[in-house]
């Protein structure tokens, strides 16, 4: 991995580029990490955009490092890369924490940063998005949208089945 450290200021914001990289981004803007076609109904109405994205993700990479153990579990602390297509595309960086219980069954939270090089719903931008996940599925909430996805609001399911690609399928408003 690379490590990296920038900083610059855009649109009034404080963004930070650090390291490790994982396929070339990690940002921290204000401290807060950032993060990653459009398919269903979408409507538009006085220059609001919505509606439902669906597709398939994939993981480049999955970093995890012990940081204790708890009683019949283990605590990791998770980096991981990919990317989206479908209706939602771009790469995503994913950082986290996972537990792993005795029985193999995990658990896991976190933030999700796409910068700059996701598109929702016709219009590219940046997103940081909260996860958690319990088995085979858990749910995304878009926490905030840069450049043209300034303002997304939403979220939704992404399951990971036992045979074929991770799906997702979530809701916005841009």
């Known amino acids: 991995m690379q490590e990296h ?3 610059r200021e855009e649109k009034g914001m404080k963004i930070r580029f650090i390291g490790p990289m994982v ?3 990690a ?3 204000e401290g ?4 990653p076609s ?3 109904a979408q409507e538009r109405s006085a220059g609001v955009v919505s509606g439902t994205v669906n597709g398939t993700f994939s993981t480049f990479t999955d970093y995890t490092d012990p940081v204790g153990p708890a009683a019949n579990s283990k605590y990791n602390s998770e980096l991981s890369g990919g990317a989206y297509s479908g209706g939602l595309v771009g790469a995503f960086t994913d950082y986290g924490t996972e537990i792993v219980a005795k029985d193999g069954s995990l658990n896991g939270w976190g933030t999700e940063l796409c910068a ?3 598109a929702i719903g016709g219009k590219k931008g940046g997103f940081s998005a909260t996860y958690y996940y319990a088995g085979n599925g ?3 909430t878009f926490t905030a949208g840069y450049g043209g996805l300034a303002g997304l609001k939403g979220g939704g399911t992404f ?3 036992t045979s074929g690609p991770p799906t997702y399928s979530y809701s916005y408003t841009l």
């Open 27 to 29: 940002a921290l803007i």
């Open 38 to 40: 459009v398919s269903g």
């Open 138 to 140: 858990g749910t995304l």
């Open 32 to 35: 807060v990490a950032i993060a």
């Open 23 to 25: 396929f070339g981004v």
């Open 116 to 118: 700059d090089s996701c």
């Open 5 to 7: 450290s920038t900083a």
């Open 159 to 161: 399951t990971y089945p």
